[in-house]
């Protein structure tokens, strides 16, 4: 197991406390930010840990949607929505690097390879 840092997990409970109080809202970033009072680094510090956590403890998992901004997501079929647009999006940035970046490289150098 990676080692932790003290800090990041007190950023995450923050994190996790401010959005148990709005359950089932979320909040946007900023909104999060002013709530916990963390910076932005702080706040993704603390939003990746909570992942962590979250994942490790068997809790909700923490999600963003465009509606809702950040919050703790029960429903399966939310999630499953999720998981498909992440990937999706996760794709559609493989594709933009292949045909944009390595394939335009590949045909000014074609002997790079």
Request: hydrophobic share 40%; with cysteine.
């Amino acid at each position: 197991m990676a080692k932790r840092s003290p800090t990041a997990e007190r950023y995450a409970d923050l994190i996790r406390t401010a959005l148990f109080e709005v359950v089932p809202a979320g909040m946007t970033l900023n909104r999060l930010m002013g709530v916990c009072e963390l910076s932005r680094w702080q706040t993704g510090r603390g939003l990746a840990m909570l992942r962590d956590l979250c994942a490790e403890r068997g809790w909700p998992p923490v999600i963003w949607s465009r509606d809702l901004g950040y919050y703790l997501c029960a429903s399966e079929a939310e999630l499953e929505e999720w998981e498909r647009a992440w990937i999706s999006e996760k794709l559609t940035q493989f594709r933009r690097m292949i045909t944009g970046t390595i394939g335009p490289h590949l045909a000014l150098s074609p002997k790079s390879v």
